[in-house]
């Protein structure tokens, strides 16, 4: 089995490979700019690890890995713009909206997106384009919500905005390993990406750190990583990167 | 065969009746403006015209239609974006963007691109995602060729802004007949897409028609007008609706 290291060193040589849609021409420069900002990969990490946990082949799961990744890009330089999140900044670069311009980062998150369903497309069962239409539609629906500020907490949220593609990752993953139990595998998507989240959120001290204060937020991460322990107890596989992954996400804080 | 109307008639309903993505939760109302203002639904009758001509069940090419009138309508809410073309109006009504502000206008373009995806993936063979994927890249491509403004004459911008979902139009309906002799169709589909745009700029007096004047813009109309009929009838089918299709372009003129 890979180690997570070992499946992100793949996941970078596979992206850096990826023939994007000649189409998109000259915008290619901005998506690229995009994809190699630097990201920690989790997604695809976890799509890729949970592929050979399950018994599939990891190198059948880094189009699905990349599919991911590019819709992720897609959310982060959409939620970007001025008129949502108006971030400047992305991983200590310019965000694409102030280094390309305005219209050049709307076309260049449509592209991803369009790019992620060409990757899911190589599959030639429907489930990996489902598992990520499906996702990806729950964040925007997210994304829609957290901008009109209507009153939702920021755990439900949370699973709208990340926790869908976490779980996305891990059922990709099972796709293509074709994992037909998929319960405790989604539970422990479900509570990982809620603990990235808490992480994320200890680190940055916003979001539930604002919400509910750093005790409580704390308290919510002890119970995400002990349920997302239980469920991988509960799977019938060798689960054991899948737990050095939730090692790694708690080491971060 | 079902007239153009019919087919028009059988597609409003259809749409109606279309669940789209429970994740979007609140942004169906936007979503649904942007698919109720009216459009000719020239594509999706294209669509289900070309599949019954080619031999198919025209109903069954009915996902396939509406995820090309899906993806025309994001690339309208897109457009009509402040940072791209900065339209107020679109089918007389207020744009997107105007109606429902900035920030929903990215996320319902972004919706109605994901839910269209969807749509293609109903099918349990991946050549209508496919040619709907590279169809939306091509088209996302040329729009970034004309914001950017670098000199690509009319007509080649058209044939990726227009004319590629004009060409994936004809492509879906042929794949749901699976059809496999498509050159003459897709010549077909190519100078219907020209042609549609030659129209369209000559009503609006703007395009083809500042770029080379009234008189050039009217003589490749016919140019296209020829080619397209030539093209159908080097098809070996019954292509007389596909014919009346380019009649009623004709008329508009």
């Keep these: 089995m890979r180690t997570p290291e070992e499946h992100r060193r793949r996941f970078e040589e596979h992206l ?29 990490v976890l799509c890729l690890a949970t592929a050979e946990a399950a018994g599939g082949d990891p190198d059948h799961a880094l189009d699905a890995a990349a599919a991911l990744e590019l819709v992720h890009s897609f959310s982060l330089v959409h939620d970007d713009l001025p008129a949502l999140d108006d971030d400047d900044e992305r991983r200590g670069r310019p965000a694409l909206h102030v280094r390309f311009g305005e219209a050049e980062a709307i076309l260049a998150g449509d592209a991803l997106l369009t790019a992620a369903f060409g990757l899911a497309l190589r599959y030639d069962r429907a489930d990996v384009g489902r598992e990520l ?6 964040m925007i629906g997210g994304q829609y919500l957290d901008v009109g500020g209507n009153g939702l907490d920021r755990e439900a949220l949370n699973r709208l905005k990340t926790g ?90």
């Design 164 to 253: 869908r593609l976490f779980e996305a990752s891990v059922g990709c993953g099972l796709w293509v390993a074709r994992r037909q139990d998929q319960a405790p595998w989604r539970e422990f998507a479900a509570q990982y990406g809620r603990l990235f989240q808490i992480v994320d959120d200890l680190l940055d001290g916003d979001g539930l750190v604002e919400e509910r204060g750093r005790e409580a937020t704390v308290d919510l991460g002890r119970q995400a990583e002990e349920r997302a322990r239980a469920a991988l107890e509960r799977i019938d596989a060798d689960t054991s990167v899948l737990a050095e992954l939730v090692d790694d996400l708690v080491a971060r804080v």
């Design 16 to 44: 850096r490979a990826l023939e994007l849609s000649p189409e998109i021409g000259a915008l290619d420069e901005a998506v690229r700019y995009a994809l190699d900002g630097g990201g920690k990969r989790i997604r695809p």
């Design 133 to 138: 239409t499906e996702a990806t539609a729950g």
